[in-house]
């Protein structure tokens, strides 16, 4: 029998420490993951129900009008990413000038357009109104919640996450239930959305200190904002670009296979959102730690979705498409290497590097140019495009990701 090493009141406290910080981790990992459910869940369960409750016509404008969110918000996804970093690496900051600003250009961007969406999406007159009041609520909300995520309070960050998506989706399906038709469910879903920012507010706050920390500038937030459009943009971009080049069957089958993308793309984001606070103070264990999570998990979709992917499709898309399983694998590979080049953005996002996105507009660029020219009419032709689009993009992110720091760590106070 071995001898038993003697501890000493520093390695038990140590030890109690490292076995503290590993619950309270598993625990916010758990809380987020489960907030993340919610949101999508919420969020599936508007176009579910409304296709149940909306004449066609209704249903488009209903899609049309929550696509316009997704899209006018993404300065408030930016907003969110900025003072996440910021906090982390200085301590609470004011952030409430810019938070203002931000919602106000999102939401008049919206009010300025109402002629031309009116005109071009055939809207009804008061419905980028009540859109931009959801926006709005939508970026007010994100600086609470990049408050919590930069002081690391992932419980309350699940929370206020779950809260957002009652606030933002809830009403829109609560109208639906009552037969409002779209205007209506925007308008309750308008009404709901407005009264979350002040409920965040409260669960983020912390307590009063002077604080010497830099003020968050208006190009952190264009930064951050930017590096999410360019995710959303080039990890959709060949759904786009299959309504152009494929017969409308095609297109209907890639869009159930990028179901299987997203998915790869969206289910290990868990560890990205843990690591970033400790990315923005220089800790570089925690990106490999969430790169191996998001890899071992992008892998195990991808060997399930191999081994499995006539369920994988009928699953997503019905049994009319049990014929195009054994493309699930690689639609899989795209999202999963998408799920590393998102936490390799985040690293460079906290680092404070100058052009963190650009790898990714540059993967763009290279997908819509290859298929100018090959123009692949077939599923497994512009696939194929895709998951080259998606290895060189991460490949050209990890090279970036090498580079040191621009900015310097600060430790908050």
Not at 282 to 309: E, K, M, P, Y
């Amino acid at each position: 029998m071995s001898p038993r090493r003697a501890v000493g009141p520093e390695g038990t406290a140590q030890t109690e420490l490292t076995r503290g910080w590993s619950t309270s981790l598993g625990t916010a990992g758990i809380s987020v993951t489960l907030a993340g459910i919610l949101v999508n869940g919420l969020a599936y369960l508007v176009p579910v129900l409304a296709a149940r409750r909306l004449d066609p016509a209704d249903l488009s404008a209903l899609a049309a009008a929550l696509g316009l969110v997704a899209i006018v918000g993404v300065p408030g996804l930016g907003l969110q990413l900025a003072v996440a970093v910021h906090h982390a690496r200085h301590g609470p900051s004011d952030t409430r000038r810019l938070t203002a600003v931000t919602a106000a250009v999102c939401a008049a961007t919206l009010i300025a357009a109402t002629p031309l969406l009116v005109t071009a999406l055939d809207l009804p007159v008061e419905m980028p109104a009540l859109l931009a009041v959801t926006t709005a609520a939508i970026v007010l909300c994100s600086r609470s919640l990049g408050e919590l995520q930069g002081g690391q309070r992932f419980v309350r960050l699940a929370i206020g996450m779950a809260l957002l998506a009652a606030g933002r989706y809830g009403g829109v399906i609560a109208g639906l239930l009552l037969g409002t038709g779209p205007t209506g469910a925007l308008a309750v879903g308008a009404l709901t959305a407005a009264l979350t920012p002040v409920v965040l507010a409260r669960l983020a706050r912390e307590p009063e200190r002077q604080s010497t920390a830099p003020r968050l500038t208006a190009a952190q937030v264009v930064a951050g904002g930017g590096a999410t459009l360019a995710m959303l943009v080039v990890s959709y971009a060949d759904l786009l670009l299959a309504r152009q080049l494929l017969s409308p069957s095609d297109a209907g089958a890639y869009s159930v296979g990028t179901v299987l993308s997203k998915g790869a793309l969206w289910a290990p984001q868990v560890a990205a959102v843990l690591a970033l606070p400790r990315l923005a103070r220089g800790d570089r264990r925690s990106r490999s730690v969430a790169l191996v999570v998001t890899g071992a998990c992008g892998g195990v979709l991808v060997l399930t979705s191999a081994l499995a992917g006539g369920l994988a499709f009928r699953l997503a898309g019905g049994p009319d498409y049990d014929h195009l399983g054994r493309y699930a694998p690689l639609f899989a590979a795209v999202g999963a290497l998408y799920a590393v080049t998102f936490v390799l953005l985040n690293d460079r996002l906290a680092a404070g590097a100058r052009w963190p996105a650009a790898p990714l507009w540059i993967g763009m660029a290279g997908l819509v140019a290859v298929t100018a020219a090959l123009r692949p009419h077939t599923v497994p032709g512009l696939l194929l495009a895709a998951l080259g689009t998606a290895i060189g993009t991460t490949a050209m992110m990890a090279v970036a990701a090498r580079r040191p720091a621009r900015t310097p760590v600060v430790e908050p106070d």
